[in-house]
Each structure stands twice: as C-alpha cells, then as structure tokens.
C-alpha cells in the first residue's frame, strides 16, 4: 500500500517560499539579458538607450522589492530584526 505523503500548510508554503528565492536570480538574469535578444541586430530600429536603462532600473528595483517580499515571508514571525539571531528550531528545549 503506498503512504500518501501530507505536508502541513505553513511546511509547503515554507518550500515553496525557498524555491522562489532560489530562482530569483535566474528571473533577474532572464530579465537582465532579455533585452539584448529582443534587441538583436536592428540597432537603429530598437528603442533608445535611455528606454533601456529606464527598463533596466525598474527590473533592478522590482527585483529588490520581490526579494525582499520573499524575504520577510521566510523570517519566523513575518519580521526580522536586524541582528538578532535566529529562534531555536521547533522541538528544541532551551
């Protein structure tokens, strides 16, 4: 009989939090080169640079805004307090 495999609410959201933030920078490096593709030999038919380095900067910026969300969704409690050192696993007496 084969066991069915349950993970609790807050253990799979936990995951998949770490998965996010594991894939972040392949998001950022997508994202960052996207341009470069999009743009190809057509140099003068593309857009001007000031639109790039304007597209750069806002995925710059939404980059740093979406780790820090993920961030915060990882820290126990939703907030961590700069410098204090992480609770004590579940389980742990102390």
Do not use: C
């Amino acid at each position: 009989m084969a066991r069915r495999l349950f993970l609790e609410r807050r253990t799979y959201r936990q995951n998949r939090l770490q998965d996010a933030a594991r894939l972040l920078p392949v998001l950022g490096l997508v994202l960052f080169f996207a341009p470069v593709f999009i743009r190809g030999d057509a140099a003068e038919a593309g857009p001007s640079l000031s639109s790039w380095l304007v597209y750069y900067f806002a995925v710059w910026i939404g980059l740093i805004v979406l780790t820090a969300v993920v961030s915060r969704a990882l820290t126990p409690g939703g907030r961590a307090e700069p410098g204090s050192p992480p609770p004590p696993p579940e389980g742990e007496g102390g």
